[in-house]
């Protein structure tokens, strides 16, 4: 089992940043990727962003170059610099984690809340 942790949503406004956290705890050993997802209201949870454990990353195009998902394996964490923030950007982010060693599953973070004003 992995719990995963977010933080760092918050109020902002259009062409400001922010920087999201995801603590991942309990079988880490056993994570092979991570990364963030974000569902607007009435939308589809899409994916924004992920990383894997050799630091191989992907975007979606909405956020290519100005969202950077960087991890810390040594605490566990992975981030998400948002910079340039657009108000299509808000949004509840999720953290994402593939773990598991002979079956490798899903897990989720509760989300955080990211409101960009224009």
């Known amino acids: 089992q992995v719990q995963l942790v977010e933080s760092g949503g918050d109020l902002v406004q259009a062409g400001e940043s922010l920087r999201l956290s995801c603590a991942a705890s309990?079988?880490?050993?056993?994570?092979?990727?991570m990364g963030w997802y974000r569902q607007a209201p009435g939308k589809q949870r899409e994916l924004v962003a992920a990383?894997?454990?050799?630091?191989?990353?992907n975007y979606a195009d909405s956020v290519k170059g100005r969202f950077t998902i960087s991890r810390d394996n040594a605490k566990n964490t992975v981030y998400l610099q948002m910079n340039s923030l657009k108000p299509e950007d808000t949004a509840v982010y999720y953290c994402n984690a593939i773990a598991g060693f002979a079956f490798p599953r899903p897990y989720w973070g509760q989300g955080t809340q990211v409101t960009v004003s224009s």
């Open positions: 309990g079988s880490t050993s056993s994570i092979s990727s």
């Open positions: 990383i894997t454990n050799g630091g191989s990353t």
